[in-house]
T-cell receptor, first 113, second 112 residues
Framework: NAGVTQTPKFQVLKTGQSMTLQCAQDMNHEYMSWYRQDPGMGLRLIHYSVGAGITDQGEVPNGYNVSRSTTEDFPLRLLSAAPSQTSVYFC????????????FGQGTRLTVV | DAKTTQPNSMESNEEEPVHLPCNHS???????IHWYRQLPSQGPEYVIHGLTSNVNNRMASLAIAEDRKSSTLILHRATLRDAAVYYC?????????????FGKGTLLTVNP
């Protein structure tokens, strides 16, 4: 049982490049989400999904796309990276039923130069 | 959405108890209180949650005020490994029972 796995752990992009941050979970959780965390700040919700084929925007969705074709995977796409997207990105999953714990990945540290 | 208020930082000595407060004066009757913590350079991890009664688990205890407008996370004997940012969250607020909204939390420093 690996939990929530994020890849890559580190990434450097040039402005304008695109990339996909991968997130996979093996706990059959319906709910998955992406957060970003800037230095000295709490986590801010980017996008979330309550099941395959269903996604919705969080607090800071601009510049990011998501899709959920399977229960296990929830990739985050940066279409044209900007320096403002330099951050640490965390993926989380949890069951949809009430008051269950969420599990987080170890994070992807992204730098856009 | 019901909001939470926590001190920015607290300090403790190793092997002493730590009481981390959280105010949530606009909490509704169905809002559970969840605590997560984030160790340095790691993703957040679940600590504990409760509704009305005090709760205990292997990591911590959660004391909830009778009017539910505040709660306290209790670490009975702090260790250096407990140094982290602690977040108090009400995931049920705002019509969603699954989204976690993080504030800045309380940075706990544990002195040897």
């Amino acid at each position: 049982n690996a939990g929530v796995t994020q890849t890559p752990k580190f990434q450097v992009l040039k402005t304008g490049q695109s990339m996909t941050l991968q997130c996979a979970q093996d706990m059959n959780h319906e709910y998955m989400s992406w957060y970003r965390q800037d230095p000295g700040m709490g986590l801010r919700l980017i996008h979330y999904s309550v099941g395959a084929g269903i996604t919705d925007q969080g607090e800071v969705p601009n510049g990011y796309n998501v899709s959920r074709s399977t229960t296990e995977d929830f990739p985050l796409r940066l279409l044209s990276a900007a320096p403002s997207q330099t951050s640490v990105y965390f993926c989380a999953s949890r069951p949809l039923r009430q008051n269950t714990e969420a599990f987080f990945g170890q994070g992807t540290r992204l730098t856009v130069v | 959405d019901a909001k939470t208020t926590q001190p920015n930082s607290m300090e403790s000595n190793e092997e002493e108890p730590v009481h981390l407060p959280c105010n949530h004066s606009t909490i509704s009757g169905t809002d559970y209180i969840h605590w997560y913590r984030q160790l340095p350079s790691q993703g957040p991890e679940y600590v504990i949650h409760g509704l009305t009664s005090n709760v205990n688990n292997r990591m911590a205890s959660l004391a909830i005020a009778e009017d539910r407008k505040s709660s306290t996370l209790i670490l009975h004997r702090a260790t250096l490994r407990d140094a982290a940012v602690y977040y108090c969250i009400l995931p049920n607020s705002g019509g969603s029972n699954y989204k976690l909204t993080f504030g800045k939390g309380t940075l706990l420093t544990v002195n040897p």
